[in-house]
Structures are given as C-alpha cells and as structure tokens.
C-alpha cells in the first residue's frame, strides 16, 4: 500500500489546516488509519486513529482540537487541526494499520512520506 499526505504548510498560532492522505490498496476500509507527528529532535508520536468502524482515538495534546475523518469510498482520510499551537509543529506522518479489523495505537505499518505543518507564535 501507498500513502501519500498532503495539506501541510505554514500558520500562525490559533490557525487551522486541513491534512489529506490518498492511499492505494484494496480492502482499505478494513483498516485503522492514523496520523502520526515528529517534531525536530523528537520521536514520532501518536496524534490520531479511526478505526473501520469510525471510531476515533485522540492524543491528549489534540483532542478537542484536531478532528480526524476517512472516506472509504475515497481511500483517503483526513486531519482537521484547528486553534493550532507552535508546539503542534511537526512532520504529520498518516499511516494504515498492519491488519485488518485490529488496532491499538503501535499497530500501523504502512507510512506516508509526511507532510510539514509549521505554525509561527
């Protein structure tokens, strides 16, 4: 499978962006998809999943901010951040889980090549 995100750039704090993933593959809406972030000098950590069901799964640094969706029909899945913060910096990673019908939040082996999200105090 193939994911390829997009929808990163620049934004000042309190800002909003829209980050999309495309992927290739069939079966997709068997699968948990999920964002994952790193910023500079940091390990890749979790942000968001939803599962096949459409169930959702937050960080506690996110939630109630950033909203995440997909569309099987599509194959894509999206992020939307709002009352963005300069912590929230990163490469957004969106990543497809590694079987279907499974998910916990170290459960994805599929990765997109990243998309940069940079939002300015």
């Known amino acids: 499978v193939q994911l390829q995100a997009s929808g990163g750039g620049l934004v000042q704090a309190g800002g909003s962006l829209r980050l999309s993933c495309a992927a290739s593959?069939?079966?997709?809406?068997?699968?948990?998809l999920a964002w994952f972030r790193q910023a500079p000098g940091k390990e890749r950590e979790f942000v968001a999943a939803?599962?096949?069901?459409?169930?959702?799964d937050y960080a506690d640094s996110v939630r109630g901010r950033f909203t995440i969706s997909r569309d099987d029909a599509e194959n894509a899945v999206s992020l939307q951040m709002n009352n963005l913060k300069p912590d929230d910096t990163a490469l957004y990673y969106c990543?497809?889980?590694?079987?279907?019908?499974?998910?916990?939040?170290?459960?994805?082996?599929?990765w997109g090549q990243g998309t940069l999200v940079t939002v300015s105090s």
């Open positions: 990543a497809r889980g590694s079987r279907a019908y499974y998910y916990t939040k170290t459960s994805f082996a599929s």
């Open positions: 593959g069939r079966a997709f809406s068997r699968y948990a």
């Open positions: 939803i599962t096949w069901t459409a169930t959702t």
